[in-house]
């Protein structure tokens, strides 16, 4: 089965500008997560979809946005970048809806912002 | 708020030694926990998962759980040069969908 894949996998974005990030959960995976990964922070959650509705979401601002599609697949976006937004994006799928599952994590998109 | 807490390390430890690495969690309603390893450069790979008190054992990997001392811990066997990467442990609680994540362990494992 094929795992979790996220692309791009590498961006170099200037500030000011927006971005989508696109990953695509391991096939039958329905709830799909979104981590921001810094060495300062840590791995930090951002939020959490499950049959296209978005169940949680994380401390950050509004300028970070997602969406999920029928088919399980997610997209975040990130408006008006900010240096510090330079980090590795996760995607983490889970098979159902059950917080008790664990969740297999794509190979990240490595974003820059300078 | 909920925190999961690491030693950052890095713990060196022989090649063919036992590796020892802890995590402590603040929520006490915390029911599912995980260890992920993570290399260099890379994204997380899952490990093992645990959910009941004791040890839970996966080839060279055993799991270790109490809730009462809201402890967990992954011994690594046989450790060998190709495990050295940063451990990173996980507490979920039950109804959330959310896991904390501490910030890791880093392990070096020298030939």
């Excluded at chain 1, 692309?7 to 990953?23: A, D, F, H, N």
């Excluded at chain 1, 059950?98 to 912002?113: A, K």
């Excluded at chain 2, 006490?28 to 839970?56: A, C, H, T, V």
């Excluded at chain 2, 054992?57 to 055993?62: N, S, V």
Aim: glycine share 10%; net charge positive.
């Amino acid at each position: 089965k094929a795992g979790v894949t996220q692309t791009p996998r590498y961006l170099i974005k200037t500030r000011g500008q927006q971005v989508t990030l696109s990953c695509s959960p391991i096939s039958g995976h329905r709830s799909v997560s979104w981590y921001q990964q810094t060495p300062g922070q840590g791995l930090q959650f951002l939020f959490e979809y499950f049959s296209e509705t978005q169940r949680n979401k994380g401390n950050f601002p509004g300028r970070f946005s997602g969406r999920q599609f029928s088919n399980s697949r997610s997209e975040m976006n990130v408006s008006t970048l900010e240096l510090g937004d330079s980090a590795l994006y996760l995607c983490a799928s889970s098979p159902t809806g059950d917080p008790s599952y664990e969740q297999y994590f794509g190979p990240g998109t490595r974003l820059t912002v300078t | 708020q909920k925190e999961v807490e690491q030693n950052s390390g890095p713990l060196s430890v022989p090649e063919g030694a036992i590796a020892s690495l802890n995590c402590t969690y603040s929520d006490r309603g915390s029911q599912s926990f995980f260890w992920y390893r993570q290399y260099s450069g890379k994204s997380p790979e899952l490990i093992m998962s645990i959910y009941s008190n004791g040890d839970k054992e996966d080839g060279r990997f055993t799991a270790q759980l109490n809730k009462a001392s809201q402890y967990v811990s992954l011994l690594i066997r046989d450790s060998q040069p190709s495990d050295s990467a940063t451990y990173l442990c996980a507490a979920q609680s039950g109804g959330s969908y959310i896991p904390t994540f501490g910030r890791g362990t880093s392990l070096i494992v020298h030939p």
